[in-house]
């Protein structure tokens, strides 16, 4: 116990621990979280009435971020289901960075949640009156956090072990990546399930929600690995194999075919049918009675997403990760304006009443999302700083090495990569 | 400064213990000061703007602030006699406190074999709004920004698609030609998907078919709002604000007491009335006779002779909720017809 204390401590101190780059970006981020936390407390003060949803539109940004970030963190998944299931030993050692980043995803999409709530103060009134398994809502909870705890418990048992350099015992991770595996499709099928479920709003009321959550998922989530790894390959000394970025970029193209496969199954039976039910997808789409907020974001996260899907289908992206970078970003955007605004506003329009209010978040609430963005890239970015040492074998219970402040440009090639089994 | 000796040694006091690092104590000893320096000035620097950030805080109205008390207060269904006697003194408290009047508050149960059903004559509206302003008046809503529970839509003849109908009409004298008038409140549903998706039990159907809401409950998570297939909650997304003069001091629990900011609420058929055997506010005001309200269980009353005889509808049927609020026209089926059901029955 007290050596794990320890270990925390050490890594509490590395964090700290670089170079006046990594110092400005820790304190960039630290910055916006904070200006964030300042707009929740007006938030929490004033009520939801600081944000522009209103009883027609009941939910907005916050709840169109956690949508895309649960697919985030469930594409974690797209690293460890190769390794453990098609031995693909390139991705082997990168796997963690996917876990890590599957934790602060989880802890972003749980501060949306709790940033959507009118009255945060009762939040314990989950644990007294539990409506389970009749609320999607539970299920999702359950899910959420059950995830969070899997995904600490296999990198920081891993990262444990590499500290004490103990060889990993066999039991304690495998069962537990399996699990992993089949939580992650879980949690972004209940978080479908959210919407779909709901007879009142035929925009959602859809069994094509769950499996364009997860083809978008793996589209955004293995683009968003790849730039993290570019990164992670570019300012630590880990070593990022040019094998294991084109896997995932195999993965992000198969993934968003199938994503706009389903795009085009919904757009058939929306507009082919054209019945009443079309209303939100006209007003997203093309506008509906003169209103059309999110007809210029969908057509951009068309276009972005079209773009982002021939690069990655050409071999210029193969040749080039430069445009691979540049594929995945756009994919990125796209996918997160699609999933996100594109999905959540649109079911509240027009209304079940017919009523056609438009929505747009006001500065308040965006500085709020901005500020759980800011905190889950500053804990991602903490996670990184730590896991590198402690696996490359820099520091160890016994070694606590200062590559200090030139960790960030040093690059050592022949550092060893944990074996994981 | 103090401090600055005692973090050295600390360090000292360390370099044993960390066997064989070479850096960890000997060469980290020279920047362990400076850096000490440097990272608590740091620190000091991230805890103000973290203090800073807080300062909206300071602001909050002192009600609103989270007490033991409130904290502790269980579930509605959970409570005894004591625990919800406790309940509503510190209610009556907080009201008298804000409106400078104390109030009438009890916790009003559901009676035995009533089961409430509205029925509305669209033959008879005419779209004057006045049930949407007795409602307001009634049930102690925010007058600003005003929630209202009622919301008439206009329609246009031929059609019953609500997406046609306009919320916002605004003539000198209604009712204007060509156009019908269909008020839409909550339904209270059969099979409510708002008590469905609430994550914490804050909102469920009672004997008598009300759904209701326990506002000390709800977390706010607007889960209800999304689902509800006709648009009949409402939130508060601000402090509502009710003037001191316009306080309905007759109040219940689940109903009509004043609502804290940031939960959820709706029409619950007025049942602080009519449980007590009154009518719903809105029946009362309207002034074509439009409303019809009932127990449903009692053949002879009035709502069971209008499902019996009339031509009646339910809105959304296709949604499956079974709403116990039902439009109708005051055109009969043909007598000879009820006569061949009585007989088939």
Same mark, same amino acid.
């Given at each position: 116990?007290?050596?794990?204390?320890?270990?925390?401590?050490?890594?509490?101190?590395?964090?700290?621990?670089?170079?006046?780059?990594?110092?400005?970006?820790?304190?960039?981020?630290?910055?916006?979280?904070?200006?964030?936390?300042?707009?929740?407390?007006?938030?929490?003060?004033?009520?939801?009435?600081?944000?522009?949803?209103?009883?027609?539109?009941?939910?907005?940004?916050?709840?169109?971020? #956690?949508?895309? =970030?649960?697919? $985030? +963190? *469930?594409?974690?998944?797209? %690293?460890?289901?190769? @390794?453990?299931?098609?031995? /693909?030993?390139?991705?082997?050692?990168?796997?963690? #960075?996917?876990? =890590?980043?599957? $934790? +602060? *995803?989880?802890?972003?999409? %749980?501060?949306?949640? @709790?940033?959507?709530?009118? /009255?945060?103060?009762?939040?314990?009134?989950?644990?007294?009156?539990?409506?389970?398994? $009749?609320?999607?809502?539970?299920?999702?909870?359950?899910?959420?956090?059950?995830?969070?705890?899997?995904?600490?418990?296999?990198?920081?048992?891993?990262?444990?072990?590499?500290?004490?350099?103990?060889?990993?015992?066999?039991?304690?991770?495998?069962?537990?990546?399996?699990?992993?595996?089949?939580?992650?499709?879980?949690?972004?099928?209940?978080?479908?399930?959210?919407?779909?479920?709901?007879?009142?709003?035929?925009?959602?009321?859809?069994?094509?929600?769950?499996?364009?959550?997860?083809?978008?998922?793996?589209?955004?989530?293995?683009?968003?690995?790849?730039?993290?790894?570019?990164?992670?390959?570019?300012?630590?000394?880990?070593?990022?194999?040019?094998?294991?970025?084109?896997?995932?970029?195999?993965?992000?193209?198969?993934?968003?075919?199938?994503?706009?496969?389903?795009?085009?199954?919904?757009?058939?039976?929306?507009?082919?049918?054209?019945?009443?039910?079309?209303?939100?997808?006209?007003?997203?789409?093309?506008?509906?009675?003169?209103?059309?907020?999110?007809?210029?974001?969908?057509?951009?996260?068309?276009?972005?997403?079209?773009?982002?899907?021939?690069?990655?289908?050409?071999?210029?992206?193969?040749?080039?990760?430069?445009?691979?970078?540049?594929?995945?970003?756009?994919?990125?955007?796209?996918?997160?304006?699609?999933?996100?605004?594109?999905?959540?506003?649109?079911?509240?329009?027009?209304?079940?009443?017919?009523?056609?209010?438009?929505?747009?978040?006001?500065?308040?609430?965006?500085?709020?999302?901005?500020?759980?963005?800011?905190?889950?890239?500053?804990?991602?970015?903490?996670?990184?700083?730590?896991?590198?040492?402690?696996?490359?074998?820099?520091?160890?219970?016994?070694?606590?090495?200062?590559?200090?402040?030139?960790?960030?440009?040093?690059?050592?090639?022949?550092?060893?990569?944990?074996?994981?089994? | 400064?103090?401090?600055?000796?005692?973090?050295?040694?600390?360090?000292?006091?360390?370099?044993?213990?960390?066997?064989?690092?070479?850096?960890?104590?000997?060469?980290?000893?020279?920047?362990?000061?400076?850096?000490?320096?440097?990272?608590?000035?740091?620190?000091?620097?991230?805890?103000?703007?973290?203090?800073?950030?807080?300062?909206?805080?300071?602001?909050?109205?002192?009600?609103?602030?989270?007490?033991?008390?409130?904290?502790?207060?269980?579930?509605?269904?959970?409570?005894?006699?004591?625990?919800?006697?406790?309940?509503?003194?510190?209610?009556?408290?907080?009201?008298?406190?804000?409106?400078?009047?104390?109030?009438?508050?009890?916790?009003?149960?559901?009676?035995?074999?009533?089961?409430?059903?509205?029925?509305?004559?669209?033959?008879?509206?005419?779209?004057?709004?006045?049930?949407?302003?007795?409602?307001?008046?009634?049930?102690?809503?925010?007058?600003?920004?005003?929630?209202?529970?009622?919301?008439?839509?206009?329609?246009?003849?031929?059609?019953?698609?609500?997406?046609?109908?306009?919320?916002?009409?605004?003539?000198?004298?209604?009712?204007?030609?060509?156009?019908?008038?269909?008020?839409?409140?909550?339904?209270?549903?059969?099979?409510?998907?708002?008590?469905?998706?609430?994550?914490?039990?804050?909102?469920?159907?009672?004997?008598?078919?009300?759904?209701?809401?326990?506002?000390?409950?709800?977390?706010?998570?607007?889960?209800?709002?999304?689902?509800?297939?006709?648009?009949?909650?409402?939130?508060?997304?601000?402090?509502?604000?009710?003037?001191?003069?316009?306080?309905?001091?007759?109040?219940?629990?689940?109903?009509?007491?004043?609502?804290?900011?940031?939960?959820?609420?709706?029409?619950?058929?007025?049942?602080?009335?009519?449980?007590?055997?009154?009518?719903?506010?809105?029946?009362?005001?309207?002034?074509?006779?439009?409303?019809?309200?009932?127990?449903?269980?009692?053949?002879?009353?009035?709502?069971?002779?209008?499902?019996?005889?009339?031509?009646?509808?339910?809105?959304?049927?296709?949604?499956?909720?079974?709403?116990?609020?039902?439009?109708?026209?005051?055109?009969?089926?043909?007598?000879?017809?009820?006569?061949?059901?009585?007989?088939?029955?």
């Amino acid at each position: 116990m007290k050596a794990y204390l320890k270990f925390l401590y050490r890594c509490f101190k590395r964090s700290f621990v670089g170079g006046w780059k990594y110092h400005l970006w820790l304190g960039f981020l630290f910055v916006i979280a904070l200006v964030g936390l300042n707009a929740y407390c007006r938030q929490y003060v004033y009520g939801l009435g600081t944000t522009g949803m209103t009883d027609q539109v009941s939910w907005g940004v916050y709840i169109a971020n #956690f949508t895309f =970030l649960v697919g $985030v +963190a *469930a594409s974690a998944v797209m %690293l460890v289901i190769p @390794v453990y299931i098609y031995k /693909r030993e390139e991705l082997h050692h990168l796997v963690i #960075f996917g876990e =890590l980043l599957a $934790v +602060a *995803a989880i802890i972003m999409c %749980l501060l949306f949640i @709790v940033v959507d709530l009118g /009255r945060p103060d009762q939040m314990h009134h989950m644990m007294l009156r539990f409506h389970f398994p $009749v609320s999607i809502l539970t299920w999702d909870v359950i899910a959420l956090n059950g995830y969070l705890l899997l995904n600490l418990h296999i990198p920081g048992y891993l990262i444990y072990c590499a500290y004490n350099k103990r060889k990993p015992h066999k039991n304690f991770v495998i069962p537990f990546v399996f699990i992993a595996i089949a939580w992650a499709i879980s949690i972004h099928t209940v978080t479908a399930f959210l919407y779909s479920g709901l007879g009142a709003r035929p925009f959602w009321n859809s069994a094509v929600i769950a499996p364009r959550f997860l083809a978008s998922a793996f589209a955004a989530g293995p683009a968003l690995l790849i730039i993290t790894l570019q990164m992670i390959r570019h300012f630590t000394h880990w070593r990022v194999e040019r094998q294991a970025l084109l896997t995932l970029r195999s993965i992000v193209t198969v993934a968003m075919f199938i994503n706009m496969f389903l795009l085009g199954c919904e757009w058939f039976t929306e507009f082919y049918t054209d019945s009443t039910h079309v209303a939100s997808a006209k007003y997203l789409y093309l506008g509906l009675d003169g209103k059309s907020a999110l007809v210029p974001w969908i057509r951009t996260s068309f276009a972005l997403n079209m773009i982002a899907l021939m690069l990655l289908v050409l071999p210029i992206s193969r040749r080039r990760l430069r445009v691979l970078n540049i594929a995945c970003i756009m994919l990125f955007i796209g996918i997160w304006i699609e999933k996100g605004m594109g999905l959540i506003i649109p079911g509240f329009i027009p209304t079940p009443l017919g009523e056609i209010v438009e929505y747009t978040p006001t500065l308040n609430e965006t500085l709020i999302s901005l500020g759980i963005w800011a905190c889950g890239i500053l804990i991602y970015t903490i996670l990184v700083r730590i896991t590198v040492p402690v696996l490359s074998g820099r520091l160890t219970k016994d070694a606590e090495s200062f590559d200090g402040g030139r960790l960030d440009f040093a690059k050592e090639e022949d550092l060893t990569a944990i074996n994981y089994q | 400064m103090n401090q600055n000796t005692k973090q050295n040694q600390e360090s000292s006091s360390n370099t044993p213990a960390s066997v064989g690092g070479c850096s960890g104590g000997s060469c980290g000893d020279k920047p362990t000061r400076r850096s000490f320096l440097r990272t608590s000035a740091v620190a000091a620097g991230g805890l103000a703007a973290a203090m800073a950030a807080l300062k909206p805080l300071m602001e909050l109205e002192s009600e609103d602030r989270p007490t033991v008390e409130k904290f502790l207060q269980k579930h509605y269904k959970e409570m005894d006699g004591d625990e919800m006697q406790t309940a509503l003194t510190r209610i009556s408290k907080e009201v008298e406190k804000r409106f400078d009047q104390r109030p009438d508050i009890r916790d009003i149960k559901p009676m035995d074999g009533v089961e409430f059903v509205y029925a509305l004559n669209l033959t008879r509206c005419i779209g004057c709004r006045k049930c949407v302003h007795a409602c307001v008046a009634e049930n102690n809503q925010s007058r600003s920004p005003e929630i209202q529970y009622i919301r008439v839509l206009e329609m246009p003849r031929g059609t019953t698609n609500v997406e046609k109908g306009n919320h916002h009409y605004d003539h000198p004298t209604v009712p204007s030609d060509d156009h019908y008038y269909m008020p839409v409140q909550c339904h209270q549903c059969a099979n409510p998907p708002c008590v469905k998706v609430c994550p914490v039990e804050a909102t469920w159907q009672e004997a008598d078919g009300i759904t209701v809401i326990d506002y000390d409950w709800c977390i706010g998570c607007r889960y209800c709002e999304a689902a509800c297939p006709y648009w009949a909650r409402r939130f508060n997304f601000t402090k509502p604000k009710l003037p001191k003069k316009d306080l309905n001091p007759k109040m219940s629990y689940l109903s009509n007491r004043p609502r804290p900011k940031g939960v959820v609420e709706k029409c619950t058929f007025c049942l602080h009335r009519t449980r007590e055997g009154k009518m719903p506010a809105c029946l009362e005001v309207c002034p074509t006779g439009a409303r019809k309200f009932g127990n449903v269980l009692d053949p002879e009353s009035e709502v069971s002779q209008i499902l019996k005889n009339n031509r009646v509808f339910v809105l959304k049927e296709e949604v499956g909720t079974l709403p116990r609020f039902f439009y109708y026209f005051d055109e009969r089926y043909p007598a000879s017809d009820e006569a061949k059901a009585d007989k088939t029955a």
